[in-house]
């Protein structure tokens, strides 16, 4: 790969000498600058507590990947300049591409101006001089929402409107995503306005670096502050292959228990499977929209009984017990999955619109652990097709995957854990022994992933600055590392 790469300059309309401002900020939040010692990334608690509003923007460094530990560059550098600097370079006859970021933080609705909280689209931020840039010159737009998902059609709708308005130019807006659903939402309400879209699995991209390190440099941490370092580790191949510690048929992790948690965990406790289950789980943790649905799809008495049983026995817990604090990257627990055959995996999306994939999806491959996918349609089939992984059908019976109707493709899952639940320990022992080859296969393309010989986030660069041919080069069509 040639280290002398051109740079990817990013523009922002304000930097301070420590950190850049993230593009799009209303200049009434700009007073969080004086008490957070002018760095936008420390201002979290002060937008909560001073602004009573939650970020809608921020600073993901999409392509911090690029650069070694102490920010210096790989491969190439990013470059960030003033908008103020990129104009009097343009004007002085010294012209380049640049791209303007904008990052979206956390729910979509913030960034869209749909919440309560916050009522103004990104798109009203944009200064006069940098949107005459975009749009007559030499920038171009990037939305990069590839960290969350979520998108709807309410959303991609309020989006067409955001885009139309500002009147830039199809081929100069870029939208980076982690949304394989994406193009099929948004083709209907963009039609001939249809931007740019690169598909960015941020969440494979930084979970499959963790394992490599992880597993390769035993004292690394995916953070570097003190209140976040745990001590985890990654079950190794001889340890997947010994089923003798095996307690328990399932394993099923629950954080926020949104709708489709809900409904699981309503499944497994009617069902009397809970012991068979090693799970976690808190009722402080229930949405207001998951106890609204559980509500009024149970009579009053099954809803007393079940609502009873998961507040007197909160919080249930198997790893880590503040589990409201934890996050999906450096808090690994390796006993609950040497202890449990399968796992029980609740994704983010399931009765939504989003195919979003989070770093859920890669934890049990990571352990070396069969999965039934709680999770969008077609998700088993995305990671099969666009990353090179292998399934466990006709072992786990996968059929639920290709069914779009939300209701019935929980029905399908849910008798499916039924039928393997029906297996004695020891008979469910003897169906994982028959898929370790493919928990083997998946843990090694995982780790072809972490490596990054040729990272992916290169291979984004290439995609972003138009140098399609040369990154297919690299990944093929089907994402598969050549």
Known sequence: MDNKLEKLILGYDILFPYCEVPNCLDPNDLQFAKDCDYYYDNSQTYFKEKLNKEWYIHNGRFMVHLNDESGHPGYFAIDKKSTYDIIKDRERGKNYDWYYLIEAYGDFDNFLGLSNSNTQPFSEFIPSHTLNELKNYNGKLIINFAIDGGLSTLKVDRLYECLLNLNIPKEKIIILHNDFNLEKLMKPIFGEYMPILIHYCWSLNSKSEEYFKKTHQDEFHFWHTADRKTNYSFLTNDECKDLSKK????????????????????????????????????????????????????????????????????????????????????????????????????????????????????????????????????????????????TFHPFINEAYDAIEDGNLRMEMIQKEIKRLNSYSLEELKKIVEQVIPIILHNKQKLLEYGKKSIPLDYVHYLRITGKTEEAEKIFNKQNQLL
């Open 247 to 390: 307690t328990h048929k399932f394993l099923n992790l629950n954080r926020r228990l949104r709708i489709h948690r809900i409904d699981l965990l309503y499944f497994l406790w009617k069902e009397n499977m809970l012991d068979d289950v090693l799970i976690s789980y808190d009722s402080k943790l229930f949405t207001h929209d998951g106890l609204d649905m559980i509500r009024k799809k149970l009579s009053i008495e099954e809803w007393n009984d079940f609502y009873h049983y998961i507040v007197h026995t909160s919080p249930r817990i198997v790893d880590y017990y503040d589990i409201e604090s934890i996050w999906g990257y450096g808090f690994e627990t390796k006993e609950i999955y040497e202890k449990s055959l399968i796992s029980i995996l609740s994704e983010t999306f399931f009765y939504e619109e989003s195919g979003y994939l989070s770093e859920k999806i890669w934890k049990p491959i990571a352990h070396g652990h069969p999965f039934i996918l709680i999770g969008p349609q077609n998700s088993l089939k995305f990671i099969k097709k666009e990353f090179g992984f292998k």
